[in-house]
């Protein structure tokens, strides 16, 4: 009796911890996730050249979409392209070892208008290639590139800013061994000192705050 009594309450905490927090973070269009991806050595090479809000360590990006049966996408640039993915495997991309998403959602003061031409400009680019070069203006995307774009051109204003982009070990001269195996497999100069934009520093940025942390 007593351990169906411990399984009836632990269901209950379960079903109270869900449900408190889908009511605490519901996303809405224009929010930006935030997500430590666990890709391996380019990743941590993102993530060692670039500092995050709250110290996170940060590869990727997303923007929510609200579709029209009311179901958020996220719109991301990954893999070979810019595409729509649900939120649901956005969330369960990359997970601690407690299981929890390595993802946090922040949000910006911009009006609801501002915000739809923000998505719907993002929107008009899936399918267009991943910027696997990181290039500026070659059209193409990478993920932080395209959501940088997307709000500076719907706001009419710099959002997000670009700044020279380093492919070095953190305070050496020598460039990551991972950038240097990555670039020359594409045959192409490491693009030092060109800019750019990254997901950590977005995340910085005075025009977003923190609304959701699920880890």
């Given amino acids: ?73 996220i719109i991301e640039s990954i893999g070979d392209r810019v595409q729509l993915t649900s939120y649901h495997n956005f969330l369960n991309r990359s997970m601690t070892t407690s299981h929890q998403p390595k993802v946090i959602a922040m949000r910006s003061d911009f009006s609801k208008d501002e915000l739809n031409r923000a998505v719907d400009i993002a929107l008009r680019e899936v399918g267009v290639p991943y910027d696997e070069l990181f290039l500026p203006d070659n059209q193409k995307w990478y993920c932080s590139e395209l959501i940088a774009h997307a709000f500076n051109k719907a706001m009419h204003k710099t959002v997000f800013e670009s700044a020279p982009m380093t492919y070095k070990l953190p305070g050496k001269q020598e460039y990551d061994p991972s950038w240097i195996r990555y670039f020359n497999d594409l045959n192409t100069p490491i693009p030092e000192g060109l800019p750019g934009c990254n997901p950590g520093a977005m995340s910085q940025s005075t025009y977003l705050k923190v609304i959701y942390r699920y880890y």
Wanted: hydrophobic share 40%; glycine share 6%.
């Fill in 1 to 73: 009796m007593n351990h169906i009594l411990s399984l009836i309450t632990l269901l209950f905490i379960v079903l109270f911890s869900a449900c408190k927090q889908n009511e605490t973070y519901r996303p809405i269009q224009g929010d930006i996730l935030f997500q430590d991806i666990d890709c391996g050595p380019l990743c941590d090479a993102i993530e060692q050249v670039t500092t995050s809000v709250e110290s996170y360590h940060f590869s990727h990006m997303g923007l929510v979409y609200i579709d029209s049966l009311g179901n958020p996408q």
